[in-house]
């Protein structure tokens, strides 16, 4: 452990850009297929000389559930930013999309940012490599996996960019992207806040489709949302109550927040719509972030905690310009989150044992971090994950990115963030370590020794 708290990464330490891409989950890049359903593909175009022989059809998806379908020339050899260009020239965007938005390529196992210079396509004939090397998944589930391109907001774009944007439909993009991560609970808003943004979403909605709702005089109402509650909020706020507070029931709630969303945002245009939904999502210090998965030891208590086994919380490691942010997967809750400079780091790979490999062991990334009521002492959090030499890649991009444009301290305050109730138990769900001035260990609620399988050969 001493060798690892000696040698953490920091905002302030000097350095070269690091080469990055970096993974995490959802959809990917394919030829298509004759029998596919092109209902939702809006866009078909030919790109420049692409009647030749060598010449292949791509679909590239957008947040919003369509896509564009282009025939490329030596499409197998196409990098990433020419295949942006030739998207964004047929979609008619402005220039500003090359700074807000990137192409990804994403499945339900990982996503990876891609550079300019990848070649999504050879990147597909590795994607059983790729997963194998970034995730825990089963062989039967990495085999029926299959990327898709997709093009959404780039991590590296601070969010005051979004505001730039007058074009309607790279506007839908962000809203459909922020949607979706509050649906799926990577954004972790409370059911206030998601209650509204609900009812903001019902105004777009029928802003919309103007079409399918006009004649619908059940939009709105409790009993329109009680069969898509899925569609306006996530899981964990769509439990009913059956026979006490049937006034808290969800589709009550989206009813009442429907019915003032419609009379506050009556005279705003879709883009303004658009942004007004923005405006709390940019609040949130996650927003905009590549969301890897990981595990985060759960601290044991009691005369026993040293010789008992836990099992470890699944976290969303949530990585953006700002800094790192960790949610829990399970309770949907902003767990700790740091700036970049309060912040240092390092990653470790694991040391296999090449008599007895052990396939469980997984690397880790150490975040440390001041103790914000003794300034003399830090705490240090261990992360792991396949992932995590993604998520040391993706940290260090940023803070390069940020030293050089001459930002030194993140708008707003610069502590470390916890979610709700105080840091005290906050640090009580977490398994930490903490050091004094000399960097001796002063204190520990980490396993010691660690036995079970997600944490064997990361010893501390």
Not at 133 to 160: G, M, S
Not at 174 to 191: C, D, F, H, M
Not at 201 to 214: D, G
Request: hydrophobic residues 35%; glycine residues 4%.
């Amino acid at each position: 452990m001493a060798e690892a708290y000696a040698n953490l990464h920091s905002f302030h330490d000097s350095g070269e850009p690091t080469d990055v891409h970096h993974g995490r989950p959802q959809v990917t890049f394919r030829k298509r297929r004759e029998n596919e359903n092109a209902a939702e593909v809006g866009h078909t175009q030919d790109a420049d000389n692409a009647n030749a022989t060598d010449a292949i059809e791509i679909i590239v998806y957008f947040p919003d559930n369509t896509g564009v379908q282009v025939k490329v020339k030596d499409g197998q050899n196409i990098e990433a930013g020419e295949l942006f260009e030739v998207v964004k020239e047929v979609m008619g965007f402005p220039d500003v999309a090359r700074e807000v938005f990137s192409l990804w390529l994403v499945s339900d196992l990982l996503e990876l940012q891609l550079r300019p210079n990848h070649v999504p396509f050879k990147l597909v004939c590795y994607w059983e490599e790729l997963l194998e090397k970034y995730t825990t998944a089963p062989e039967e589930h990495i085999q029926r996996d299959e990327p898709v391109i997709l093009f959404k907001r780039n991590v590296f774009c601070p969010r005051a960019s979004d505001k730039t944007l007058n074009s309607t439909e790279l506007l839908r993009y962000l809203y459909s992207e922020a949607k979706k991560n509050i649906l799926v609970g990577r954004y972790p808003l409370g059911q206030e806040e998601c209650d509204s943004q609900a009812g903001i979403q019902a105004v777009i909605t029928k802003k919309e489709k103007k079409e399918e709702f006009s004649e619908d005089s059940t939009f709105g109402t409790a009993p329109f949302f009680k069969s898509r509650l899925n569609d306006f909020l996530p899981p964990h706020f769509c439990r009913r109550h059956w026979i006490y507070k049937t006034r808290e029931n969800p589709e009550r709630r989206l009813a009442e927040k429907y019915n003032t969303a419609s009379k506050d945002c009556r005279s705003l245009s879709l883009n303004e719509l658009y942004l007004r939904y923005l405006e709390l999502c940019h609040k949130q210090p996650y927003y905009g972030s590549a969301f890897f998965r990981g595990q985060a030891e759960h601290p044991t208590k009691g005369i026993l905690s040293k010789y008992l086994s836990t099992k470890d919380d699944p976290v969303y490691v949530a990585i953006n310009i700002d800094g790192v942010f960790i949610i829990d997967m399970d309770d949907f809750a902003l767990l700790i989150g740091f700036y970049y400079e309060n912040l240092s780091w390092r990653f470790v790979e694991v040391s296999q044992n090449a008599n007895n490999p052990n396939p469980n062991c997984l690397p880790c990334l150490f975040l440390q971090f001041p103790s914000e009521d003794r300034p003399n002492e830090t705490k240090l959090l261990q992360i792991f994950s396949r992932e995590a030499v993604l998520m040391d890649n993706l940290i260090e991009a940023c803070v390069i990115l940020k030293r050089s444009s001459g930002v030194t301290k993140t708008p707003g305050q610069c502590q470390t963030i916890h979610g709700k109730g105080n840091l005290a138990e906050t640090f009580s769900r977490l398994a930490l370590m903490t050091f004094g001035a000399d960097g001796k260990r002063i204190s520990s609620t980490v396993r010691c020794p660690k036995q079970t399988p997600s944490t064997a050969g990361a010893a501390v």
